[in-house]
């Protein structure tokens, strides 16, 4: 049940592939790795905690995982995680509800405040696309 702190089956928890969204061009010498990962741009979002009414914030927990959350009683509670795998997917988690704050318009307009998913890898000799 979203809101509980558990993460039940169903509803909640949704992965999907994006690894097709990019293309890699790799050095001459072939490719040799590829990592996904996420990184934060702005730690503002449009989302709104639908208990609190607090602004969600995005914090960077490791280079696969960024987590939304609100701070009630001086102690970060996650709202959302978000993390990527090794073959491109990411799953979403969501612990509370959550809603826009702001109108389509303006959500286009805040985009670049959001996490975004970044591609990475090395070549035969080491280079990073």
């Not at 970060?76 to 990411?90: H, Q, Y």
């Amino acid at each position: 049940m979203i809101g509980s702190g558990q993460a039940p089956a169903g509803s909640s928890t949704d992965t999907e592939s994006f690894a097709a969204a990019f293309t890699v061009h790799a050095g001459a010498d072939g490719q040799q790795s590829l990592t996904y990962g996420l990184s934060i741009t702005n730690a503002t979002t449009n989302l709104v905690d639908s208990v609190t009414n607090s602004t969600v914030l995005l914090k960077q927990v490791s280079a696969t995982e960024v987590d939304g959350y609100v701070t009630i009683g001086g102690v970060d509670t996650t709202v959302f995680k978000l993390t990527v795998n090794g073959t491109g997917s990411v799953t979403m988690e969501i612990d509370r509800g959550v809603k826009g704050g702001l109108g389509r318009r303006e959500h286009r307009q805040q985009r670049g405040h959001d996490a975004w998913r970044q591609p990475g890898g090395a070549d035969g000799d080491g280079d990073r696309q």
